[in-house]
């Protein structure tokens, strides 16, 4: 009885002592990682931007969207990867079939062992990315952030299409001239926890608060998913629920193009004004024949392009990230850096009978 | 369902009398859905009277009608106790090739509907082929084919999208034209629903999914073609899928590669809620029909009744508990009665 009690101390000394050496071991590790820590930010503050720089020669430059099924996403990389060769650059696309949160981290690490020079992603989701994006700045890989933005500290630059802001109060202000300030409308969303359309919703409910607006009236947020069918069952709905609705703004590509192709043969065409986000390719056929007179969109070539040049200044040492920073993005001109290392791409380009024939996307 | 094959043959007389009581259980099981229907349009009409004007009658019916078609389809698979998951992504696939094939041309809408219609039968053809041959369960053959069939229509979309302007003229027209009020999407619909129905109850092939599905063992013994009738019922639905496709690129007009993404479950609730039991054997595509509409009609009310969008996919779900408890409610009753009755001619002879 003794000898085995005796057996048992012992073993559980010995697990103690395990136990103290693994903690300690742990401790040792936490500070190593945290004095890394320490010094990242004297790092980053250290390297000094030389807008003179010229951009290196042969860039390895990765675009990582959010699926490569996205026809939005395609065009943006597509222009990116046509910017790259302009400057010398060596671009290339690779990016998961589907855009949920951790989909992209593989992806990540997989650029980082071929040493590219570059990554821009647009981000599935702000954290899931920010483990193996900061570990791809401390080797010294250029991160963007283009169209979705990750964490602040898990990128150097963020490309804004257009600030939020504009995006939503422009849109209001463009229906509001189309209905000479009068009337009730609606707005067809995509899914009710979509974050920027909620922030585009709120930032248009602000603008209305302008006393310019007092004849309009938002009677209804409707939500169709991004589903054409449900689209359409919206908008049908919408338009019998209120008989007197006057214009319907749908910020989401796939809304205003079910909105617009209902209207488009039902009895409510030309009574009805349909405004919002949507492609030039996609709307073409209903502004050509009437039922839309106009509705916006930034250029994603644009994008595109701004978010490559912005890697490659990043990646030749011309800007760090810092506010204030400026740089030349080829044929786009000068841009700034802004808070939080926002570039702006503009605001949003408004598309009608007269310019959309010269847009092709 | 199952007793009716199970007891020994009776005389020609109860058998009349068995057949027409299953007829009048399964036809007040239509009646059923089709009453909640009328009620819940007249009750619609009632709050607000454009539920019901001209232009709101063609958007039921235009509503309606992919979702009819697609589950006249599935349950002729769902009869012979199998299911076809695959369908949301033939649909996809078909509407991106159509969309394809008439971009920036100007051919024929005919042409169209023959390409749609046999992209979906070489997937049917896939899936019959799998589960009969194969004997591989319908649920799991028909889940991969979901991804593979996904996956060929995302690699070849890569992103691209056909819009509206590139579509001709004719074959959007398909989609939004009608003839005294009634649009063509709805009588291709409804020509197909009578069609199907009439082959399920007036040839013996029909008769004998109904057969397989009721009891797979009593209809091999009986002498069914088994594999042959279970790829039949798959390519039927396949193809139905694909002529569907090509109604979705006539309909919408924009078509990406994620096209009905998750219709399956739609297609399946539709077809439950008719009254096509999940387990075989029973049901009609007349009840999958009115399954179908009773969907889309409810998704349209409540849009026009202002409530919240969330309790459409509440109401499906109930209305799904309520259909497999009714279901099972019936089936106990009616064992029962045959048992009496089968019971009682036992007596009598």
Same mark, same amino acid.
């Given at each position: 009885?003794?000898?085995?009690?005796?057996?048992?101390?012992?073993?559980?000394?010995?697990? +103690?002592?395990?136990?103290?050496?693994?903690?300690?071991?742990?401790?040792?590790?936490?500070?190593?990682?945290?004095?890394?820590? %320490?010094?990242?930010?004297?790092?980053?503050?250290?390297?000094?931007?030389?807008?003179?720089?010229?951009?290196?020669?042969?860039?390895?430059?990765?675009?990582?969207?959010?699926?490569?099924?996205?026809?939005?996403?395609?065009?943006?990389?597509?222009?990116?990867?046509?910017?790259?060769?302009?400057?010398?650059?060596?671009?290339?696309? $690779?990016?998961?079939?589907?855009?949920?949160?951790?989909?992209?981290?593989?992806?990540?690490?997989?650029?980082?062992?071929?040493?590219?020079?570059?990554?821009?992603?647009?981000?599935?989701?702000?954290?899931?990315?920010?483990?193996?994006?900061?570990?791809?700045?401390?080797?010294?890989?250029?991160?963007?952030?283009?169209?979705?933005?990750?964490?602040?500290?898990?990128?150097?630059?963020?490309?804004?299409?257009?600030?939020?802001?504009?995006?939503?109060?422009?849109?209001?202000?463009?229906?509001?001239?189309?209905?000479?300030?009068?009337?009730?409308? +609606?707005?067809?969303?995509?899914?009710?926890?979509?974050?920027?359309? %909620?922030?585009?919703?709120?930032?248009?409910?602000?603008?209305?608060?302008?006393?310019?607006?007092?004849?309009?009236?938002?009677?209804?947020?409707?939500?169709?998913?991004?589903?054409?069918?449900?689209?359409?069952?919206?908008?049908?709905?919408?338009?019998?629920?209120?008989?007197?609705?006057?214009?319907?703004?749908?910020?989401?590509?796939?809304?205003?193009?079910?909105?617009?192709?209902?209207?488009?043969?039902?009895?409510?065409?030309?009574?009805?004004?349909?405004?919002?986000?949507?492609?030039? %390719?996609?709307?073409?056929?209903? $502004?050509?024949?009437?039922? $839309?007179?106009?509705?916006?969109?930034?250029?994603?070539?644009?994008?595109?392009?701004?978010?490559?040049?912005?890697?490659?200044?990043?990646?030749?040492?011309?800007?760090?990230?810092?506010?204030?920073?400026?740089?030349?993005?080829?044929?786009?001109?000068?841009?700034?850096?802004?808070?939080?290392?926002?570039?702006?791409?503009?605001?949003?380009?408004?598309?009608?009978?007269?310019?959309?024939?010269?847009?092709?996307? | 369902?199952?007793?009716?094959?199970?007891?020994?043959?009776?005389?020609?007389?109860?058998?009349?009398?068995?057949?027409?009581?299953?007829?009048?259980?399964?036809?007040?099981?239509?009646?059923?859905?089709?009453?909640?229907?009328?009620?819940? $349009?007249?009750?619609?009409?009632?709050?607000?009277?454009?539920?019901?004007?001209?232009?709101?009658?063609?958007?039921?019916?235009?509503?309606?009608?992919?979702?009819?078609?697609?589950?006249?389809?599935?349950?002729?698979?769902?009869?012979?106790?199998?299911?076809?998951?695959?369908?949301?992504?033939?649909?996809?696939?078909?509407?991106?090739?159509?969309?394809?094939?008439?971009?920036?041309?100007?051919? %024929?809408?005919?042409?169209?509907?023959?390409?749609?219609?046999?992209?979906?039968?070489?997937?049917?053809?896939?899936?019959?082929?799998?589960?009969?041959?194969?004997?591989?369960?319908?649920?799991?053959?028909?889940?991969?084919?979901?991804?593979?069939?996904?996956?060929?229509?995302?690699?070849?979309?890569?992103?691209?999208?056909?819009?509206?302007?590139?579509?001709?003229?004719?074959?959007?027209?398909?989609?939004?034209?009608?003839?005294?009020?009634?649009?063509?999407?709805?009588?291709?619909?409804?020509?197909?629903?009578?069609?199907?129905?009439?082959?399920?109850?007036?040839?013996?092939?029909?008769?004998?999914?109904?057969?397989?599905?009721?009891?797979?063992?009593?209809?091999?013994?009986?002498?069914?073609?088994?594999?042959?009738?279970?790829?039949?019922?798959?390519?039927?639905?396949?193809?139905?899928?694909?002529?569907?496709?090509?109604?979705?690129?006539?309909?919408?007009?924009?078509?990406?590669?994620?096209?009905?993404?998750?219709?399956?479950?739609?297609?399946?609730?539709?077809?439950?809620?008719?009254?096509?039991?999940?387990?075989?054997?029973?049901?009609?595509?007349?009840?999958?029909?009115?399954?179908?509409?009773?969907?889309?009609?409810?998704?349209?009310?409540?849009?026009?009744?202002?409530?919240?969008?969330?309790?459409?996919?509440?109401?499906?779900?109930?209305?799904?508990?309520?259909?497999?408890?009714?279901?099972?409610?019936?089936?106990?009753?009616?064992?029962?009665?045959?048992?009496?009755?089968?019971?009682?001619?036992?007596?009598?002879?």
């Amino acid at each position: 009885m003794t000898t085995r009690s005796t057996v048992r101390r012992r073993g559980t000394a010995a697990t +103690a002592v395990a136990c103290a050496l693994l903690v300690v071991a742990g401790c040792s590790g936490t500070t190593k990682d945290s004095e890394e820590d %320490n010094t990242k930010p004297e790092k980053k503050t250290e390297a000094t931007a030389n807008p003179d720089a010229p951009i290196k020669e042969g860039l390895k430059v990765a675009f990582l969207p959010k699926q490569i099924n996205n026809p939005y996403e395609t065009i943006v990389d597509k222009a990116g990867m046509a910017a790259a060769k302009e400057y010398g650059g060596d671009a290339k696309e $690779v990016g998961p079939s589907d855009a949920s949160a951790s989909s992209q981290v593989s992806y990540i690490n997989t650029l980082i062992q071929q040493k590219q020079d570059a990554i821009l992603i647009a981000a599935n989701d702000p954290n899931a990315v920010c483990g193996p994006l900061q570990q791809a700045m401390d080797q010294g890989i250029a991160v963007v952030a283009y169209d979705s933005d990750t964490a602040k500290d898990c990128r150097q630059v963020f490309i804004n299409q257009a600030s939020s802001e504009e995006i939503g109060r422009s849109l209001v202000r463009n229906l509001g001239k189309q209905l000479n300030y009068k009337g009730k409308f +609606a707005i067809l969303s995509a899914t009710q926890n979509a974050t920027n359309q %909620n922030t585009w919703i709120d930032f248009m409910k602000k603008e209305l608060e302008d006393p310019k607006y007092k004849g309009m009236e938002l009677v209804k947020v409707a939500y169709g998913d991004d589903d054409d069918q449900k689209s359409f069952q919206q908008t049908q709905g919408l338009l019998q629920a209120y008989p007197d609705l006057k214009g319907i703004i749908s910020p989401t590509t796939v809304g205003i193009a079910a909105a617009a192709r209902y209207v488009s043969d039902s009895s409510y065409k030309g009574k009805v004004v349909i405004n919002g986000l949507g492609t030039p %390719n996609q709307m073409r056929k209903y $502004v050509k024949d009437g039922t $839309v007179e106009q509705f916006s969109l930034w250029d994603p070539n644009d994008l595109g392009y701004l978010s490559s040049y912005t890697a490659a200044a990043l990646a030749s040492g011309q800007i760090t990230g810092a506010e204030g920073e400026t740089y030349k993005a080829g044929k786009l001109g000068e841009f700034t850096v802004g808070k939080d290392g926002e570039v702006i791409l503009g605001p949003p380009t408004i598309f009608d009978k007269s310019n959309i024939d010269k847009y092709d996307f | 369902m199952t007793t009716t094959l199970q007891t020994p043959a009776p005389p020609g007389a109860s058998e009349r009398s068995s057949r027409s009581l299953v007829d009048t259980v399964f036809r007040a099981r239509e009646i059923s859905i089709a009453g909640a229907l009328v009620l819940l $349009v007249l009750g619609t009409w009632l709050t607000n009277h454009r539920f019901l004007s001209e232009q709101g009658t063609k958007d039921l019916m235009l509503n309606a009608s992919i979702l009819v078609l697609l589950a006249v389809g599935q349950s002729v698979v769902v009869i012979t106790r199998n299911i076809d998951l695959s369908v949301g992504s033939v649909v996809g696939l078909s509407a991106f090739a159509c969309g394809t094939f008439v971009s920036d041309t100007d051919r %024929n809408a005919v042409l169209v509907l023959l390409l749609g219609m046999g992209i979906g039968a070489v997937c049917g053809l896939v899936n019959g082929f799998l589960v009969s041959f194969g004997r591989v369960p319908a649920l799991v053959v028909t889940l991969g084919t979901l991804y593979i069939i996904q996956g060929i229509d995302h690699w070849w979309a890569h992103g691209e999208q056909i819009n509206a302007s590139e579509v001709p003229e004719g074959v959007l027209d398909l989609g939004s034209g009608s003839v005294i009020g009634l649009p063509y999407l709805s009588l291709i619909a409804a020509a197909v629903l009578v069609a199907v129905a009439y082959y399920l109850r007036s040839y013996r092939s029909g008769r004998e999914l109904y057969a397989i599905g009721s009891n797979p063992d009593a209809a091999r013994l009986a002498g069914v073609p088994i594999r042959r009738r279970v790829l039949t019922a798959y390519v039927l639905c396949g193809t139905i899928a694909g002529f569907a496709g090509a109604l979705w690129l006539a309909r919408f007009g924009t078509v990406v590669a994620d096209n009905a993404h998750g219709w399956e479950l739609t297609v399946v609730s539709a077809v439950v809620v008719g009254g096509v039991a999940i387990v075989g054997g029973v049901g009609t595509v007349w009840g999958a029909a009115l399954g179908a509409m009773l969907l889309t009609t409810i998704g349209s009310a409540l849009v026009v009744l202002k409530v919240d969008p969330f309790w459409e996919d509440a109401i499906t779900g109930a209305l799904l508990l309520a259909a497999i408890t009714a279901d099972r409610i019936v089936n106990v009753r009616m064992t029962r009665a045959l048992r009496k009755r089968s019971a009682r001619h036992g007596h009598g002879a």
